[in-house]
Protein backbone atom coordinates (compact mmCIF):
# COMPACT_ATOMS: atom_id res chain seq x y z
CA UNK A 1 0.00 0.00 0.00
CA UNK A 2 1.59 3.48 -1.01
CA UNK A 3 1.88 5.68 1.73
CA UNK A 4 1.43 9.79 0.78
CA UNK A 5 4.38 11.62 0.48
CA UNK A 6 4.28 14.60 2.78
CA UNK A 7 7.07 17.70 0.60
CA UNK A 8 8.11 20.27 2.48
CA UNK A 9 8.76 23.54 0.65
CA UNK A 10 12.19 24.85 1.18
CA UNK A 11 12.63 28.52 3.05
CA UNK A 12 15.73 30.20 2.01
CA UNK A 13 15.93 33.48 3.99
CA UNK A 14 18.76 36.17 2.53
CA UNK A 15 20.90 37.34 4.46
CA UNK A 16 20.48 41.18 6.01
CA UNK A 17 23.00 43.28 4.20
CA UNK A 18 24.86 46.26 5.75
CA UNK A 19 25.53 49.39 4.44
CA UNK A 20 28.98 48.32 4.22
CA UNK A 21 27.93 45.32 2.07
CA UNK A 22 26.41 47.68 -0.50
CA UNK A 23 29.40 49.58 -0.61
CA UNK A 24 31.32 46.61 -1.37
CA UNK A 25 29.10 45.50 -3.73
CA UNK A 26 29.56 49.03 -5.61
CA UNK A 27 33.30 49.11 -5.43
CA UNK A 28 33.60 46.04 -7.26
CA UNK A 29 31.17 47.12 -9.65
CA UNK A 30 32.40 50.68 -10.18
CA UNK A 31 33.59 50.30 -13.59
CA UNK A 32 30.24 49.61 -15.35
CA UNK A 33 28.56 52.05 -12.70
CA UNK A 34 31.32 55.35 -13.93
CA UNK A 35 30.57 54.08 -17.27
CA UNK A 36 26.83 54.40 -16.96
CA UNK A 37 26.92 57.82 -15.17
CA UNK A 38 29.12 58.83 -17.44
CA UNK A 39 27.22 57.43 -20.44
CA UNK A 40 23.98 59.70 -18.97
CA UNK A 41 25.79 62.38 -18.24
CA UNK A 42 27.14 62.74 -21.63
CA UNK A 43 23.49 62.08 -23.47
CA UNK A 44 22.23 64.92 -21.14
CA UNK A 45 24.30 67.52 -21.89
CA UNK A 46 24.14 66.59 -25.98
CA UNK A 47 20.51 66.18 -25.55
CA UNK A 48 20.09 70.24 -23.97
CA UNK A 49 22.99 71.28 -26.41
CA UNK A 50 21.14 70.10 -29.78
CA UNK A 51 17.14 70.51 -28.35
CA UNK A 52 15.67 73.59 -29.31
CA UNK A 53 15.15 75.88 -26.47
CA UNK A 54 11.03 76.72 -25.56
CA UNK A 55 10.04 79.79 -24.24
CA UNK A 56 6.51 80.39 -22.62
CA UNK A 57 5.45 83.55 -22.40
CA UNK A 58 2.47 83.98 -20.07
CA UNK A 59 0.41 86.20 -18.40
CA UNK A 60 -2.29 85.83 -15.00
CA UNK A 61 -5.62 87.29 -15.40
CA UNK A 62 -7.25 88.48 -11.72
CA UNK A 63 -10.73 87.80 -11.48
CA UNK A 64 -12.84 90.86 -9.73
CA UNK A 65 -15.55 90.37 -7.31
CA UNK A 66 -19.53 91.00 -9.21
CA UNK A 67 -20.21 94.42 -8.04
CA UNK A 68 -23.93 94.34 -8.44
CA UNK A 69 -25.76 93.35 -5.33
CA UNK A 70 -26.45 89.89 -5.20
CA UNK A 71 -29.76 90.43 -3.74
CA UNK A 72 -30.62 92.70 -6.84
CA UNK A 73 -29.96 90.08 -9.33
CA UNK A 74 -31.08 86.56 -9.84
CA UNK A 75 -29.48 83.87 -10.36
CA UNK A 76 -30.29 83.37 -13.38
CA UNK A 77 -28.00 86.63 -14.45
CA UNK A 78 -25.14 85.78 -12.63
CA UNK A 79 -22.42 82.74 -12.90
CA UNK A 80 -19.59 81.11 -11.20
CA UNK A 81 -16.36 82.28 -11.92
CA UNK A 82 -15.07 79.05 -13.60
CA UNK A 83 -18.01 78.43 -15.55
CA UNK A 84 -17.46 82.35 -16.80
CA UNK A 85 -13.88 81.54 -17.74
CA UNK A 86 -14.87 78.28 -19.38
CA UNK A 87 -17.97 80.04 -21.75
CA UNK A 88 -15.07 82.50 -22.31
CA UNK A 89 -12.86 80.01 -23.33
CA UNK A 90 -14.85 78.25 -25.61
CA UNK A 91 -16.23 81.50 -27.48
CA UNK A 92 -11.66 82.82 -27.81
CA UNK A 93 -10.47 78.71 -28.52
CA UNK A 94 -12.75 78.69 -31.66
CA UNK A 95 -11.26 77.42 -34.89
CA UNK A 96 -11.71 80.64 -36.60
CA UNK A 97 -10.32 82.50 -34.59
CA UNK A 98 -7.16 80.37 -33.96
CA UNK A 99 -6.69 80.05 -37.97
CA UNK A 100 -6.92 84.15 -38.16
CA UNK A 101 -4.52 84.12 -35.39
CA UNK A 102 -2.41 81.81 -37.60
CA UNK A 103 -2.36 83.28 -40.35
CA UNK A 104 -1.63 86.74 -38.65
CA UNK A 105 1.54 86.13 -37.29
CA UNK A 106 2.72 83.16 -39.50
CA UNK A 107 2.57 80.60 -36.77
CA UNK A 108 4.22 77.39 -37.55
CA UNK A 109 5.27 78.32 -41.28
CA UNK A 110 7.35 75.28 -42.25
CA UNK A 111 4.45 72.99 -41.43
CA UNK A 112 1.85 75.02 -43.13
CA UNK A 113 3.31 73.70 -46.64
CA UNK A 114 2.77 70.46 -46.06
CA UNK A 115 0.43 70.23 -42.71
CA UNK A 116 -3.98 70.64 -43.19
CA UNK A 117 -4.63 73.71 -41.41
CA UNK A 118 -7.17 71.48 -38.80
CA UNK A 119 -4.07 70.04 -37.35
CA UNK A 120 -2.17 73.99 -36.94
CA UNK A 121 -5.28 74.44 -35.11
CA UNK A 122 -4.89 71.63 -32.67
CA UNK A 123 -1.56 72.32 -32.51
CA UNK A 124 -2.20 75.72 -31.80
CA UNK A 125 -4.19 74.80 -28.87
CA UNK A 126 -1.71 72.52 -27.63
CA UNK A 127 0.75 75.13 -27.45
CA UNK A 128 -1.34 77.49 -25.30
CA UNK A 129 -1.23 76.68 -21.69
CA UNK A 130 -4.18 77.39 -19.83
CA UNK A 131 -4.39 76.99 -15.52
CA UNK A 132 -7.11 77.79 -12.90
CA UNK A 133 -5.63 79.53 -9.56
CA UNK A 134 -7.44 79.06 -6.81
CA UNK A 135 -6.94 80.29 -3.01
CA UNK A 136 -8.57 80.21 0.00
CA UNK A 137 -11.06 82.35 0.74
CA UNK A 138 -14.13 83.52 3.10
CA UNK A 139 -17.44 82.64 1.73
CA UNK A 140 -19.59 86.54 2.33
CA UNK A 141 -22.89 84.49 2.52
CA UNK A 142 -21.85 81.96 5.06
CA UNK A 143 -18.70 83.48 6.65
CA UNK A 144 -17.11 79.77 5.59
CA UNK A 145 -13.87 79.53 4.26
CA UNK A 146 -13.75 78.00 0.70
CA UNK A 147 -11.45 77.46 -2.11
CA UNK A 148 -12.55 79.63 -5.18
CA UNK A 149 -11.09 80.37 -8.15
CA UNK A 150 -9.25 83.85 -7.99
CA UNK A 151 -7.19 83.96 -11.18
CA UNK A 152 -6.04 81.78 -14.14
CA UNK A 153 -3.00 82.02 -16.58
CA UNK A 154 -2.57 81.96 -19.80
CA UNK A 155 0.76 81.16 -22.05
CA UNK A 156 1.87 80.05 -25.17
CA UNK A 157 5.02 78.16 -26.07
CA UNK A 158 7.30 78.66 -29.06
CA UNK A 159 10.87 78.00 -29.89
CA UNK A 160 10.73 82.00 -30.61
CA UNK A 161 10.71 84.21 -27.21
CA UNK A 162 9.07 87.05 -29.66
CA UNK A 163 6.62 85.22 -31.16
CA UNK A 164 5.90 83.51 -27.76
CA UNK A 165 5.47 86.91 -26.22
CA UNK A 166 2.96 88.45 -29.36
CA UNK A 167 0.37 84.99 -28.97
CA UNK A 168 -0.03 85.56 -25.46
CA UNK A 169 -0.73 89.32 -26.25
CA UNK A 170 -3.08 88.03 -28.37
CA UNK A 171 -4.52 85.78 -26.45
CA UNK A 172 -5.02 87.56 -23.30
CA UNK A 173 -6.62 90.71 -25.19
CA UNK A 174 -9.23 88.19 -26.68
CA UNK A 175 -9.89 86.85 -23.33
CA UNK A 176 -10.60 89.96 -21.93
CA UNK A 177 -12.55 91.62 -24.93
CA UNK A 178 -14.79 88.71 -24.33
CA UNK A 179 -14.89 89.25 -20.99
CA UNK A 180 -15.95 92.81 -21.61
CA UNK A 181 -18.65 91.40 -23.78
CA UNK A 182 -19.87 89.46 -21.79
CA UNK A 183 -20.30 91.94 -19.03
CA UNK A 184 -21.52 94.78 -21.54
CA UNK A 185 -24.53 91.87 -21.83
CA UNK A 186 -24.82 91.07 -17.87
CA UNK A 187 -25.06 94.77 -17.58
CA UNK A 188 -27.65 95.03 -20.53
CA UNK A 189 -30.08 92.40 -19.18
CA UNK A 190 -29.45 93.13 -15.67
CA UNK A 191 -30.44 97.26 -16.74
CA UNK A 192 -33.92 95.51 -18.11
CA UNK A 193 -34.40 93.14 -15.49
CA UNK A 194 -34.48 96.08 -12.83
CA UNK A 195 -36.56 98.51 -15.36
CA UNK A 196 -39.33 95.79 -15.42
CA UNK A 197 -39.12 95.31 -12.18
CA UNK A 198 -39.52 99.12 -12.03
CA UNK A 199 -42.38 98.94 -14.32
CA UNK A 200 -44.20 96.32 -12.42
CA UNK A 201 -43.79 98.48 -9.21
CA UNK A 202 -45.61 101.85 -11.28
CA UNK A 203 -48.32 99.47 -12.30
CA UNK A 204 -49.10 98.10 -9.02
CA UNK A 205 -48.80 102.64 -7.45
CA UNK A 206 -51.27 103.55 -10.33
CA UNK A 207 -53.30 100.46 -9.32
CA UNK A 208 -53.39 101.40 -5.85
CA UNK A 209 -53.64 105.47 -6.14
CA UNK A 210 -56.45 104.45 -8.43
CA UNK A 211 -58.33 102.07 -5.51
CA UNK A 212 -57.53 104.88 -3.50
CA UNK A 213 -59.33 107.27 -5.66
CA UNK A 214 -62.46 105.40 -6.17
CA UNK A 215 -63.00 104.55 -2.39
CA UNK A 216 -62.54 108.84 -1.70
CA UNK A 217 -65.36 109.16 -4.25
CA UNK A 218 -67.47 106.25 -2.73
CA UNK A 219 -67.07 107.44 0.71
Known sequence: MNRPVDFQ??????????????????KRRRKPAIFVFALLTILSIFLALNLP?????????????????????RSTITSFADQRIQVITQRVMTSANLIEMIKKFDLYAEE????????????????????MISADVIDPRSGRPTSATIAFSLGYDSKSPLLAQKVANELTNLYLQEN????????????????????????????LDRELALFKEQN
Do not use: C, H, W
Not at 56 to 65: F, G, T
Not at 112 to 131: A, C, I, M, S, Y
Open 9 to 26: PDYYEEEARSLGDYIAIL
Open 112 to 131: QKTTPVEQLVEKLRGDTKFE
Open 180 to 207: IRGRTKMVTETTDFLNQEAAKLDAQIQE
Open 53 to 73: AIYRSEAVILIEQQEIPSDLV
